[in-house]
């Protein structure tokens, strides 16, 4: 970008302000409820550990977050089945919910979530996905599931709203 052309950052400003509000939200119904949340994430990369604990007080219901970006740290620290790696491969349904299963049972959460995906430049010609697709995971008492997502826009777009999508997702479960 030059110095002449426009910046958006009324719409960065925007962003950081919705995502620091549904942080509060979060942070508002965990302590409420007495629930310990941890994240699991990858190509994110820490981007929703970072938004958790922005709040002052986070350290009374935000147990950490395990950044797996390669996938042996993904079966070593989260347990995720190296067949499932193998296989689906890493940014899938199935590795998302074992991620989150993972990030559960290490951080000795109530409640966790991941992330996993393809933020770019390259998306995985041989098994289909293309780039800006992310795979959320969750795990709670009441059970584990994933959800597919796919964000349009470069490297750090998808990022950013795969950051936002993740914290929706702990907030839907936090409230359910």
């Known amino acids: 970008m030059s110095e ?3 910046r958006s950052d009324r719409g960065d400003a925007r962003r950081i302000r919705d995502t620091l509000a549904l ?3 979060i942070a508002a119904r965990c302590a409420a409820a007495g629930l310990r949340v941890g994240v699991a994430e990858s190509c994110t990369a820490g981007l929703v550990a970072a938004a958790l604990a922005s709040v002052p007080g986070a350290s009374a219901w935000f147990r950490g977050g395990v950044v797996s970006y390669a996938t042996d740290v993904k079966r070593a ?3 995720v089945d190296p067949e499932l790696l193998a ?3 890493p940014v899938s349904a199935e590795v998302a919910e ?3 299963r993972g990030a ?7 409640l966790a979530v991941s992330v996993t995906g393809l933020a770019g430049p390259d998306g995985d010609p041989e098994r289909d996905i293309p780039v800006g697709t992310v795979f959320l995971g969750w795990s709670d008492a009441r059970g584990s599931g994933s959800e597919r997502r ?6 750090d777009e998808v990022r950013a709203s795969a950051r936002d999508a993740a914290l929706e997702l702990l907030l839907r479960r936090a409230e359910a």
């Open 4 to 6: 002449s052309e426009p």
């Open 77 to 79: 620290l989260l347990g």
């Open 150 to 155: 796919r964000f349009p826009g470069g490297r």
């Open 23 to 25: 942080v509060r939200r």
């Open 98 to 100: 074992r991620m989150a």
């Open 87 to 89: 296989g689906p491969g």
């Open 104 to 110: 559960r049972a290490a951080l000795g959460a109530d």
